[in-house]
């Protein structure tokens, strides 16, 4: 079946530090891949998303991209702040049997220190 | 709006008790969700309404049922539920739920504790 797979946490760096989240996936069929956020008490939002294979997902700073022949969707960020610091999840979704599922990884805890 | 709401944000109930979670949108979407959350976990999908059909279970306990009155209210009714069962519980919305592209609007959740 489709899963995808985070590096593990905690990542810890100081302010205007260079980010990187490894992510990599394994789907059947051509998912639509996607970072969320999910900051202390809230839900998750969506950061950025890539349908097809070499697009680049990019929102406030973050980047990634669609990489097929790797399986991955690597997170960077050249210059994270403190108000970055938050729970990253990467996730797959695809249709397969009509209806939309979207499945997470296990998510990486970022703190930014000043 | 962009806003996806649940109540209550949080709950305690008792192993024998009823109660329901709600959730409510208003961006016309037409595919409703309820996912799973414990502490330290990712989200784990329960259950998908398209249309105001269930469309997945994802094979969860009979003691949560969902219902899905209209296109915009989505609710989850518990029973008999048990200590492990604290968690959670988010609610999000999309399009039709149809499509793999579809961007999920999350609500912030209910806290959920079983005694």
């Known amino acids: 079946g489709n899963s995808v797979t985070q590096m593990e946490g905690p990542v810890t760096l100081s302010e205007e530090a260079f980010l990187t989240i490894n992510c990599t996936y394994t789907a059947t069929g051509y998912p639509s891949l996607f970072w969320y956020v999910q900051y202390p008490g809230e839900g998750l939002q969506l950061l950025l998303k890539?349908?097809?294979?070499?697009d680049k997902g990019s929102n406030k700073g973050f980047e990634a991209t669609y990489r097929k022949e790797t399986t991955s969707f690597h997170l960077e960020k050249g210059s994270v702040q403190v108000s970055d610091s938050a729970v990253y999840f990467c996730?797959?979704?695809?249709?397969?049997?009509?209806?939309?599922?979207?499945?997470f990884g296990a998510g990486t805890r970022l703190a930014v220190h000043p | 709006d962009t806003e996806v709401t649940q109540t209550p944000k949080h709950l305690v109930m008792g192993m024998t008790n009823k109660k329901s979670l709600k959730c409510e949108q208003h961006?016309?979407?037409?595919?409703m969700y309820w996912y799973k959350q414990k502490a330290k976990k990712p989200p784990e999908l329960m259950f998908v309404y398209s249309y105001e059909k269930l469309s997945i279970n994802e094979s969860v306990p009979s003691r949560f049922s969902p219902e899905c009155p209209n296109s915009s209210l989505l609710n989850l009714h518990l029973h008999a539920l048990q200590p492990e069962d604290s968690a959670l519980y988010l609610c999000?919305?999309?399009?039709?739920?149809?499509?793999?592209?579809?961007?999920?609007?999350f609500g912030s959740g209910t806290q959920l504790s079983v005694l």
């Open positions: 961006m016309g979407h037409r595919a």
């Open positions: 996730a797959l979704s695809d249709a397969t049997g009509g209806y939309n599922k979207l499945i």
């Open positions: 999000a919305s999309s399009q039709e739920g149809r499509q793999k592209n579809e961007k999920l609007f």
């Open positions: 890539a349908t097809k294979a070499d």
